[in-house]
């Protein structure tokens, strides 16, 4: 039995077709993630721009290295959103006093509980297999 490939060609397009329909067929869902207000965490992004955290601390392993690395800190249970407050606004060795109102510093906390909701920033922890692809430990 011989079959063409005109058959072929239109076998595929139809499983094409089948498939891509299944997909639009299929609801949407966005996950939500609770825990964090994100307009404020939003606002707080704006916060962390406009007092130029990023030059001395990292998010995810990106940003400057005189801070440690802020991702998953509000989270970390010696330290977390007190801790913090405290650090701004009486500074601590080469970080200066913030006067930061305290809608901002809401903002900011809210800024960085959404990253800390996004992931784990510390590499160590990570492993890279052949294809270049990083895991988390």
């Known amino acids: 039995m011989k079959i ?17 329909f299944s997909i639009y067929l299929q609801p949407l869902s966005e996950k939500k ?5 994100q307009q ?8 962390w721009q406009k007092y130029n955290c990023q030059s001395c ?6 940003g400057g290295y005189l ?16 801790f913090m407050r405290a650090m701004i606004q009486s500074g601590i060795k080469q970080m200066p006093a913030f006067h930061i ?9 809210e800024f960085l509980k959404s990253t800390n909701a996004s992931g784990v920033a510390d590499p160590r922890k990570f ?3 052949a294809f270049g692809m990083i895991h988390h430990q």
């Open 4 to 20: 063409g490939i005109t058959s072929v060609f239109i076998f595929l397009s139809a499983l094409f077709l089948a498939y891509s």
């Open 33 to 37: 993630v609770l825990g964090f207000n």
């Open 40 to 47: 404020k965490a939003a606002d707080g992004r704006l916060i």
């Open 57 to 62: 601390h990292q998010l995810f392993g990106l």
């Open 67 to 82: 801070g440690p690395d802020l991702t998953n800190t509000i989270s970390n249970p010696n330290k977390g959103e007190n």
């Open 101 to 109: 109102p305290e809608n901002e510093l809401t903002d900011l906390f």
């Open 127 to 129: 492993n890279t297999n």
